[in-house]
């Protein structure tokens, strides 16, 4: 990650210094909300993936630069509607907005945001560029209101599941990565692999959130461990321990899934379950297939210090721990 960071150094500045000015309202809650959640860090793996794409592709210019912070704003806008959804109390190791500010305040700068986001789209004057990303925009709150008739169902198919993460995680991936092939004016075909690169590794990245809900240390995870498992979310470990699941095992999922019934005792024996079926070690697994697909994708490209060090970001995802 240090090594794009480092060819990006001067794009993620300036993409930096947008987010901040942009970020600035007379409603002094807004900056003040919106810079909690912001400056509370994050890798700003999508804003650089427009940034890398377009750098990949001998993008000139400086449009990349509020297309990133474009790309930001609707991230940020879905993790402070996310987390009044989940009721989530943390957010990369911090109290989250929500818990801070109240969940009202969180929804409606969440919109602030989003509308910010429209606005840098419009700004860039590319009819190519507002229908990716506001496509986007719309499919991650599809994937989101999916995941939602999925929550406590433990019926949730494997197919099922990858919509939902296809929709809430790797669309913003796909269509960040997508739009630096576009200002930078390559062809449809090399557009296209972009979005594939990104919708890869998304899925990959989510995957790997999933498995380290039940297999992080807190303190490096920076959300609270087994809280898909509290909420009732039907993710990808949960999904292949319930196919392996005896009797008493099934019966455990449904109270604790389904019902929604805990115990104190009942996250450590859903870790434990976890354990027993590998299920962390082969989520992984699943995650590294959408990474060796996203990277061979990238072998179209002419090699370059970006292309190498957007391979390496990919190959990091399912070695982060955090």
Not at 284 to 300: G, K, M
Request: negative net charge; aromatic residues 6%.
């Amino acid at each position: 990650m240090g090594r794009l960071t480092g060819l990006l150094e001067a794009e993620l500045k300036a993409t930096n210094e947008a987010i901040v000015a942009r970020m600035d309202s007379p409603v002094v809650l807004i900056p003040q909300l919106a810079a909690h959640i912001v400056a509370a860090g994050g890798k700003r793996m999508r804003p650089l993936l427009t940034l890398a794409t377009a750098k990949l592709c001998g993008y000139q210019g400086t449009r990349q630069v509020k297309l990133a912070a474009c790309v930001e704003f609707i991230h940020t806008a879905t993790l402070l509607h996310d987390d009044v959804v989940d009721e989530s109390m943390l957010r990369r190791g911090f109290a989250s907005a929500n818990a801070v500010f109240g969940n009202k305040a969180s929804v409606l700068v969440g919109d602030f945001l989003f509308s910010r986001a429209f606005e840098l789209m419009v700004e860039d004057g590319s009819l190519e560029v507002l229908r990716i990303l506001s496509s986007a925009s719309a499919t991650i709150a599809e994937g989101e209101v999916l995941q939602l008739t999925t929550q406590n169902d433990i019926s949730t198919t494997e197919d099922k599941y990858f919509d939902v993460i296809r929709g809430k995680t790797a669309a913003l991936f796909a269509a960040a990565a997508e739009v630096g092939g576009v200002i930078a004016g390559v062809g449809a075909e090399e557009c296209a692999a972009l979005q594939g690169f990104g919708m890869d590794l998304g899925m990959a990245f989510q995957l790997v959130d999933d498995a380290l809900d039940y297999a992080a240390d807190q303190t490096q995870l920076g959300k609270t461990v087994g809280d898909d498992f509290r909420e009732g979310k039907l993710t990808y470990p949960v999904i292949l321990a319930l196919a392996e699941a005896n009797e008493q095992e099934r019966a455990f999922w449904v109270r604790t899934i389904e019902q929604s019934e805990h115990t104190e005792e009942d996250l450590a024996t859903a870790l434990k379950l976890i354990q027993k079926y590998d299920v962390t070690a082969r989520t992984i697994a699943r995650a590294d297939q959408f990474i060796d697909s996203a990277v061979n994708i990238l072998a179209r490209f002419p090699q370059s210090d970006v292309r190498s060090a957007l391979a390496d970001v990919a190959r990091y995802t399912t070695a982060r721990r955090h």
